[in-house]
């Protein structure tokens, strides 16, 4: 293939061009926010998970808390009804002054116990409110971290995408001078070669692979027109010649 000397030149400009392209994407996808991002979404998600539990757990002693309450109020009520009827003189029958008298002392006793219950049940709640309360606040500060990374991540993408707005405005008219066969296969080499398709030949290496062109293959590059398309025989990119190229 030939191509005109200075298309071939035109050709390193847009493989910077695609180059400083690729760099932007890639800086856009090793963006610190990402990792930061997905660390906090991760612990935003176990620290709801735990306040739904916490949450539920308070739900769930609220509900055991008023039940207990309810029994110990069903106790002192009829231990009530009993000592009224014991006070009023209604009960005259010994055997049932002292039926009566055993159920006031044994209404007293499970009195007492289901007012510790309730008593347990209250420090279990309060903990569990406590717990929630903490969760709530946990919740909210790495909520209000992953906003802001999310922010500064968008910031960033937003600046990226500008600059790579205008490299590709400008790969565009470099692309658009160079000849459409030259173009073409640069396109097709660059998309087998990790995305360089031309290399400048620099003090006789090939700026592609690094490596450097031995005497044959020197020989070889003086003696062909300037208009020849040249390909690195170790990488085969094309290799553009330059006034650095050591020939």
């Given at each position: 293939m030939n191509a005109a000397p200075a298309d071939q030149i035109r050709l390193l400009d847009?493989?910077?061009?695609?180059?400083?392209?690729?760099?932007?994407?890639?800086?856009?996808?090793?963006?610190?926010?990402?990792?930061?991002?997905?660390?906090?979404?991760?612990?935003?998600?176990?620290?709801?998970?735990?306040?739904?539990?916490?949450?539920?757990?308070?739900s769930d002693t609220a509900r055991e808390q008023v039940k207990a309450e309810q029994d110990v109020d069903q106790v002192r009520q009829r231990a009530a009804r009993d000592q009224q009827r014991l006070d009023s003189g209604a009960v005259t029958s010994s055997k049932d002054l002292e039926s009566l008298q055993r159920e006031i002392v044994s209404l007293a006793k499970r009195q007492g116990d289901l007012e510790d219950v309730v008593l347990e049940v209250m420090e279990r709640r309060e903990s569990a409110q406590e717990r929630v309360k903490e969760l709530t606040e946990r919740v909210s500060s790495v909520q209000t971290k992953a906003d802001d990374a999310v922010t500064r991540r968008d910031a960033a993408n937003e600046e990226l995408d500008a600059e790579a707005a205008t490299v590709t405005k400008e790969r565009e008219v470099v692309a658009g001078a160079v000849a459409a066969d030259l173009l073409k296969l640069y396109e097709k080499l660059r998309v087998q070669h990790g995305g360089v398709g031309a290399a400048r030949l620099y003090r006789r290496k090939c700026e592609g692979c690094q490596l450097e062109l031995n005497i044959t293959e020197v020989n070889d590059v003086r003696a062909a027109s300037a208009d020849t398309v040249l390909r690195c025989e170790n990488c085969r990119r094309i290799l553009v010649r330059t006034a650095d190229s050591g020939l």
């Open positions: 847009v493989q910077a061009l695609d180059l400083r392209l690729s760099q932007l994407d890639h800086k856009r996808n090793s963006l610190p926010e990402h990792a930061e991002i997905e660390s906090l979404t991760k612990d935003l998600a176990q620290l709801r998970d735990l306040l739904v539990a916490s949450t539920t757990e308070e």
